[in-house]
């Protein structure tokens, strides 16, 4: 300690007059730019107040949505949307495809918690949560659209959101709905009862029905207040609701602009006036449908189930018209023909709401209202649309088998109809146990995603079975 | 912004300040003389001598031929010092009589001016005294405070390796290499001490000579997961390890603390070669060699295998195969065998190097220029290979007065990496073992009608890298005053990447009827630039008894990444696959042009008392902008002390034997910035997808402007012996690390819309261990040389704080108490002998098997403990070097990721033990082809088990080379050197699920086998 004193001592008795200059210059050079750190925004990204002053990128906000719900995500016809999956869980499809990947472990009814293709569902449909809310909330406190634009688009954001809540309820039964993108909040959610559900989904319609009325789109590939309207019936129809349901799905059917047609063919062409709702593919390219489902030898992923096949009537337009074959030797192979373009563009768009899906739900909720005839005159309007002959079931237990099996061919491989159906009528265990060996009764819903039940214990219990 | 800028200012006026006002000036109140002459080692001149008068601040330093000239008054005493020589002193007085000093002298008569020539004598225990590079300053091994490990040159010319890090690996302790896959270009784990945070990035922090160097991979994961594990290859593989002539590893906080935020994870310096003084030599290296996969797991014969398949069908009650159980069903050949590994791995790869150098110097400047090129084809059945051309240069210059000196630079890289679209090792491990041939009678691929899925359709896609890769480094001093030096260290780095990965339709089964049409490309295309500027000063004082040095600076950086990637599908041709502009559509994955900027001032002060007592102060403001306003400046620093305990008289006098002997300590902070860019804005991005003629935006971040710096804090202890001048070297060290204010990519569940933010999490992630080696040189005659080098570290992880862990994301991932490293299973309590599935234990006692709940069971997978043991004999021009690397931990086998056993996959060979009949007692479950739902469960919780985790522990002969130098006629003749080298030649272990250091299905670590010569001018 002494010496140190001694020497800084010396030191102080010691001057360097030169070295000031130097010495200080350095120094001034080295602090003068304590900005330094500051960065530019990134280039190549916007920030997040930027899209809502200016509706070009609120539309691309929703292009995402869109480009993400036909390519990637839940009801895409990628091999990985629910026409598949649900096609296979349910006896639409068989499994052709290479043993051990994940779509077999639906047609076999294997899924554990830790399935990644649920887990995809999940998330991915969560993600585009997240994007509806963001634009609901951008839109909301945006200072730059018109009354007018923030009108469209909150109906329009509203109305995803319940079309991605209605899938999720449907497939994993309570689900937490998510309606702020406040991460803090949405880490800890809870899962909502099924019937909890089921009025938030009715009341985010509505709304979106009344900031849409008025909101024209000509090609449908926006959805607008009579989409509202349709996936409005069918959860009345769900939640059993079923005069609301016969209303909101006749709004539709005497809706002037929509018309059901009188043949089945061209249903899914793009300008059909029974579209109410469809996504346009990308430029240059045909549905992703006709590309999953189509093949020209033995299948190589999934074929229709040869049953569901036998199940139409010989002289059923939809047979023909819809499922296409292939013979291979003794063996001949069906596929879901609706979409037919394989290469480049066609003049089809992936069709996701139909004027004939309300008829259908019509029917159903005349038949439960005790409205036997009125049911009746519903489902032979879709048989005769398909050259057949007027339903003969007559009770109210034989005119739903009826009505069962006019939805299975009506609207078979789109987006899980199918197994929807046989789910919210209990038929499942029955239809389906016996033609799957690992069928057990909870099947019925898929598991909480188990990475999902580790993030946030509070979506505890898994579903039964898992 | 203010604030900021206001307080740094003043910290650099008062360094400026306390600088100044300390400054040594030259007293002349008494009659001087004149002393001069040249001061030599007995044969060649020293330069840089420190000649001091004792007592005062005058001194002066030897030129480059040796020359010095000091005033002194004849009271005075001269002291000379120089690192590795005795420092001697002579009284100024004594110089004009007496003729006893042991000096040689010569004195002139002339009016009281002297002429004084000394000869330094070697001081033999510090012969060897190593220099060491600490990044901002050079430090003698014998005077650090801090923890550096080190290899040279020596060592890395033994191994036949493409990667600088590959070299290190069992060299170092306290530094954990693990090779991510087989292939060059391929990543490595890097650890220093253990692993600090979480969830920001554990990489340690590269310096090139001088120049940080990125390690962030810029490959992008869609492009090159499938071959390259995460798609990340290795930045460090565009260096050729023959250019570089030492790397240095920091680790406590002493010598860390200097790079501040950076520091935490450890820093690795490599410096590459430079010039020597002499003639001009010239030297040419080449080697060639084989390598081939070393281990590989014993899977199933087509006899076992289809015993097990048969004996799965009949437990679920089929008495007919199923349509698409080929392998039973009679569509494949029940008879046929193939071992897969043999068939898709099993090739052998040739490694071809060159390199040839030319250096040279005069004593002012000195150069080098080599190239360097590499090539080395897989193991894989097609031809693919992975070249590397590369240039280093570099010149340093010297003004005659010795003032300025000027050092630059440069190396070059140009890389080509050609490999198939899938790493094929993982298929080995599913594949039937009596799946068709791969090829039809016609020579093309067979797909048997379509129930195959040939594997080497998977070679038709190919993944390809183009790398380009320059650093630059130009270094300027001028020392002002003897004592002071002014610098400037700048740097330009420029990396290019262009990788791709090709899917034609020639991949796939032509039934399907795909044509070109359904043929994609990745693309990525990336840049990154940055630039660095530190300016410097530094500033030495050698006293009487004691010597001060100081360094302040500053530091700064700017980098740009740019990157560009793309997504192309059907092309009217596949010859067309690489043109972008061929094909049907076009999507952009990702456009960004990402900027990190970065400030720092930093200093040092190193004080050495009486050669016994050392201490260094180092410290540094960091300034990143990867943090929002507010959280953007932090501080760092560390104190370190030694005690040269073998000064002491006591020691001195009675433990002769002891050459050196020091106790050493470090306490200090450092910082983990790795985060990646803009973390803290809220963004959205363009998808690059197009809906309606509209190009989508999705929400790329959350808004989250309150993350900070992780902090690290290091407390290192050691103790330097050295017994009989260099003979036995020993080195004890203890560090504790503890890191806080954990930055952390918080998982968020799937409700959130985002996998994951950023947050500072109040966890606290301890590393502590003891590190030990020995060198010895046992052996050292004429003839006969031999050295022996032993590490051995004990690491130990352990999280000590977890606030609100029960709650957290992290809830099913860490325990408090436990290592980051542990995974958290079921426990598999046996095979229920009644149903012949396994069965769980049942954590919550809930009456069934769940996650999270029931995956209790820990298992640490962290390293407890390893090391190398290297040796060199030589007899006369003959050289031996070999490794032994070994380690001590648990690690995952071959369950995680298997096939239930009886479905269409194979299995070990040792899966035998399986229930059959109601009572067995066995230890795998029944056999089920997929039906058994419960035993398909059991199977999925079985993967993640304990049952998954066994010791995979091993001793590796890592490296050996056999060395013979051809006898030289005389000195200064041609001289030659052939060798053999190899790498990673035997293993003890008994870990029975391939290699225990690649357990995520890629290729494994080769064994490699190589012949060359060395012949220098």
Request: proline share 4%; charged share 20%; aromatic share 12%.
């Amino acid at each position: 300690m002494k010496n140190i004193l001694k020497i800084l001592k010396k030191f102080r008795a010691m001057r360097a007059l030169n070295m000031y200059p130097i010495l200080l210059g350095t120094c001034l050079t080295i602090t003068a730019c304590d900005s330094f750190t500051e960065v530019d925004f990134p280039q190549s990204e916007l920030m997040g107040t930027a899209v809502f002053n200016d509706a070009a990128s609120v539309h691309a906000a929703f292009a995402n949505i869109y480009s993400k719900l036909r390519d990637n995500v839940l009801i895409t016809g990628q091999t990985n949307g629910l026409n598949v999956l649900l096609g296979l869980y349910a006896d639409e499809l068989d499994y052709y495809g290479v043993p051990g990947e994940d779509a077999e472990t639906f047609y076999r009814h294997s899924i554990l918690a830790s399935n990644t293709e649920v887990a995809s569902i999940w998330n991915d449909t969560y993600n585009l949560v997240y994007a509806t809310n963001s634009i609901l909330e951008g839109v909301q406190n945006s200072k730059e659209l018109s009354e007018m634009e923030k009108n469209a688009f909150m109906g329009e954001a509203l109305f995803i959101r319940a079309y991605l809540h209605f899938h999720l309820l449907q497939l994993f039964g309570p689900i937490p709905y998510i309606t702020t993108t406040d991460y803090r909040i949405n880490k800890d959610v809870k899962r909502l009862p099924e019937n909890e559900v089921y009025p938030i989904l009715v009341q985010d319609l509505l709304e979106a029905k009344t900031w849409l009325t008025g909101q024209e789109n000509y090609e449908h590939t926006r959805p607008t207040a009579q989409a509202a309207n349709a996936l409005l019936a069918r959860t009345y129809l769900y939640q059993q609701n079923y005069t609301a349901a016969s209303a909101v799905a006749s709004e539709l059917i005497n809706d002037g602009s929509l018309n059901l047609g009188d043949t089945t063919e061209m249903v899914f062409t793009a300008t059909n006036p029974s579209t109410i709702w469809q996504l346009k593919p990308e430029a240059g390219n045909p549905t992703w449908e006709a590309l999953t489902f189509i093949f020209e030898e033995t299948p190589a992923f999934v074929a229709l189930n040869p049953e569901l096949v036998a199940s139409f009537e010989a002289e059923d337009s939809r047979r023909l018209q819809w499922i296409g074959e292939v013979a291979v030797g003794n063996e001949t192979y069906f596929y879901p023909n609706k979409y037919k373009t394989r290469e480049g563009s066609g003049d089809e768009y992936s069709v996701l709401l139909r004027l004939a899906e309300q008829f259908l739900i019509r029917a159903e909720a005349r038949l439960y209202l005790g409205d036997l005839s009125g049911a009746k005159e519903d489902i032979n309007r879709i048989r005769s649309r398909a050259g057949l002959d007027p339903t003969v079931a007559n009770t109210v237990e034989s005119l739903k088998l009826a009505l069962e099996n006019e939805r299975r061919h009506e609207l078979f491989t789109e987006q899980g109809h199918r197994w929807f159906d046989l789910r919210r009528t209990q038929r499942a265990a029955e239809v389906i146990g016996p033609i799957k060996p690992n069928w057990k009764a909870t099947d019925v819903l898929f598991p909480i995603p188990e990475m999902e039940l580790n993030l946030n214990p509070n979506l505890e219990p898994q579903n039964p079975g898992y | 912004m203010k604030n900021n800028y206001r307080r740094s200012y003043a910290y650099a006026l008062s360094f400026a300040l306390f600088l100044t006002y300390n400054s040594p000036t030259f007293s002349q109140n008494q009659p001087q003389k004149t002393i001069s002459g040249i001061i030599t080692s007995g044969a060649d001149p020293l330069s840089g001598v420190n000649v001091l008068v004792k007592n005062s601040a005058r001194g002066s330093i030897s030129d480059l031929e040796g020359r010095y000239s000091v005033s002194a008054s004849a009271n005075d005493t001269l002291v000379f010092t120089y690192v590795g020589y005795k420092t001697q002193e002579v009284s100024v007085g004594s110089l004009s009589g007496s003729r006893s000093l042991s000096f040689s002298r010569s004195r002139s008569g002339s009016d009281g001016d002297i002429v004084f020539n000394v000869v330094m004598e070697v001081d033999a225990q510090a012969l060897d005294a190593v220099v060491i590079n600490a990044g901002y300053y050079k430090v003698s091994d014998r005077e650090k405070t801090g923890s550096i490990a080190r290899i040279t040159a020596a060592e890395i010319e033994n191994q036949p390796v493409s990667n600088p890090l590959a070299a290190m690996q069992g060299r170092m302790a306290g530094v954990n290499i693990v090779q991510t896959t087989g292939l060059a270009s391929g990543g490595y784990e890097v650890r220093i001490r253990g692993q600090n945070s979480i969830a920001a990035g554990n990489d340690p922090l590269y310096i090139i000579d001088g120049i940080p160097y990125d390690s962030q991979t810029m490959g992008f994961s869609t492009v090159g997961a499938t071959t390259i594990p995460g798609g990340n290859i290795s930045p460090l593989s565009l260096l050729n390890p023959q250019d570089i002539a030492s790397i240095e590893v920091l680790k406590d906080a002493d010598a860390t603390a200097i790079y501040g935020s950076r520091g935490a994870n450890g820093v690795i310096l490599i410096t590459t070669k430079k010039g020597k003084d002499g003639k001009t030599a010239f030297s040419l290296s080449t080697y060639t060699g084989m390598a081939q996969v070393a281990n590989t797991i014993n899977y199933m014969k087509t006899d076992q295998y289809l015993k097990m398949r048969r004996e799965a069908f009949a437990n679920d009650g089929f008495n007919e195969y199923p349509e698409d159980a080929y392998d039973v069903n009679g569509t494949w050949d029940p008879n046929r065998y193939t071992d897969w590994q043999k068939e898709l791995i099993g090739g052998t790869a040739y490694l071809t190097n060159a390199q040839a150098t030319v250096s040279g110097g005069n004593g002012n400047t000195r150069f080098l220029l080599s190239g360097g090129y590499h090539k080395e084809t897989t193991v894989f059945p097609k031809d693919f290979n992975y070249k590397r051309l590369s240039v280093h240069a570099n010149l340093d210059h010297t003004s005659t007065d010795d003032k300025f000196q000027l050092y630059f630079s440069a190396n070059y890289a140009v890389e080509q990496n050609d490999l198939p679209g899938l790493d094929l090792t993982q298929l080995t491990r599913f594949l039937a073992p009596n799946a068709p041939q791969l090829y039809d009678s016609e020579g093309n691929l067979n797909f048997e009608n379509g129930t195959f899925a040939n594997p080497l359709a998977e070679l038709e896609g190919k993944y390809l890298t183009d790398r380009k890769n320059l650093i630059t480094n130009a270094r300027l001093s001028y020392r002002v005053f003897p004592e002071l030096t002014l610098l400037t260290n700048m740097g330009y780095t420029t990396t290019g990447l262009d990788e791709s990965r090709t899917s034609p339709n020639t991949k796939y089964d032509p039934s399907y009827g795909l044509s070109s049409s359904y043929s994609s490309i990745y693309t990525n295309r990336a840049q990154k630039e940055s630039w660095l500027v530190e300016p410097q000063i530094k500033w030495n004082k050698t006293l009487e008894k004691s010597k001060l040095d100081v360094l302040v600076g500053a530091s700064y950086k700017k980098q740009t990444d740019d990157v560009l990637s793309h997504f192309a599908r059907g092309f009217a041709n596949n010859s067309l696959i690489y043109n972008l502009a061929a094909a049907n559509t076009l999507s952009v994955n990702r456009d960004a042009l990402t900027e990190y900027k970065y400030q720092a001032f930093f200093g040092r002060i190193n004080y050495t008392l009486a050669n016994k007592y050392i201490i260094n102060l180092t410290g540094r403001r960091d300034g990143s902008s990867r943090f929002g306003d507010g959280k953007r400046f932090a501080n760092f620093g560390a104190v370190g002390a030694a005690w040269l305990f073998s000064e002491e008289a006591f020691i001195k006098n009675k433990a002769s034997f002891l050459s050196l002997g020091k106790l050493r300590a470090s306490y200090g902070i450092t910082g983990n910035d790795q985060i990646g860019n803009y973390q803290y804005l809220e963004t959205y991005s363009s998808t690059g997808t197009l809906y309606d003629d509209v190009s989508g935006l999705q929400p790329t971040r959350i808004f989250n402007p309150d993350f900070g710096w992780e902090t690290n804090k290091k407390f290192s202890g050691g103790l330097d012996l050295d017994f009989f001048r260099d003979r036995i070297n020993l080195v004890f060290e203890y560090y504790n690390n503890r890191s806080s204010n954990q930055l952390v990519g918080l998982p968020l569940p799937g409700t959130t819309g985002f996998p994951s933010i950023q947050a500072n999490l109040g966890a606290v992630v301890e590393n502590s261990g003891l590190e030990f080696s020995l060198n010895t040189h046992t052996v050292k005659t004429k003839d006969w040389n031999w050295d022996t080098g032993i590490n051995l570290s004990v690491p130990k992880n352990k999280l000590i704080a977890f606030p609100n862990l029960e709650n957290s994301t992290y809830a099913n991932q860490y325990v408090v108490g436990q290592s980051l490293n542990i995974k958290k299973l079921y426990h598999v309590t046996g095979v229920d002998p009644e149903t012949g599935v396994y069965q769980f234990e049942d954590y919550n006692g809930d009456g069934e098997i769940s996650a999270p709940e029931d995956r209790q069971y820990i298992a640490d997978t962290a390293p407890k403990w390893y090391g190398g043991i290297n040796n060199r004999i030589s007899y006369k021009n003959l050289e031996l070097n070999f490794l032994f690397q070994f380690t001590k931990r648990d690690g995952y086998n071959y369950v995680l990721g298997s096939a239930s056993p009886g479905e269409m996959a194979n299995q070990p060979d040792f899966v035998t033990d399986q229930w059959q009949n109601e009572g067995d007692q066995s230890e795998t479950q029944l056999f089920t082809a997929g039906y058994n739902f419960d035993a398909l469960i059991a199977h999925s919780r079985y993967m993640f088990s304990n049952a998954s985790i066994t010791d995979a522990s091993f001793v590796r002969l890592r490296n050996a080379s056999l060395t013979y130098s051809l006898p030289q006629r005389r000195e200064g003749s041609l001289n030659c050197k052939i060798y053999l080298q190899g790498e990673n030649l035997l293993l003890f272990t008994k870990f029975n699920s391939g290699d225990p250091e690649q357990l995520t299905g890629f290729l494994p670590p080769m064994r490699k086998l190589t012949m060359g010569f060395q012949l220098t001018l």
